[in-house]
């Protein structure tokens, strides 16, 4: 499976931007479709996720910011990042977790000026 991220830019504060991730080839039943991101000297981490079966989760500093959606019949999510702060500002992975493991993007880039 193949993952192709888009949608990242420079965008100010308050600023919204819509990431995409498109996955080719074939997906199991059950996976876990997800966006991590990692910001310049930190650890790569969870931004959201969506099961399979439409469970949505996040994490604490992006909740009620952002939102993560999929459409099955294209195998594709997305990322709609509204109220982007400076510390948003990181390189964004999709990534596909299924039973054969993980699929990842290859990183769009994200920058959110002050």
């Known amino acids: 499976v193949q993952l192709q991220a888009s949608g990242g830019g420079l965008v100010q504060t308050g600023g919204s931007l819509r990431l995409s991730c498109a996955a080719s080839g074939s997906i199991f039943r059950i996976h876990v479709m997800g966006w991590y991101r990692q910001a310049p000297g930190k650890q790569r981490e969870l931004v959201a996720t969506?099961?399979?079966?439409?469970?949505?989760d996040y994490a604490d500093s992006v909740k009620d910011r952002f939102t993560i959606s999929r459409d099955n019949a294209k195998n594709t999510w997305t990322l709609q990042m509204n109220d982007l702060k400076p510390e948003d500002t990181a390189v964004y992975y999709c990534?596909?977790?299924?039973?054969?493991?993980?699929?990842w993007g290859q990183g769009t880039l994200v920058t959110v000026s002050s």
């Open positions: 969506i099961t399979s079966q439409g469970r949505k």
């Open positions: 990534s596909l977790h299924g039973v054969a493991g993980a699929n």
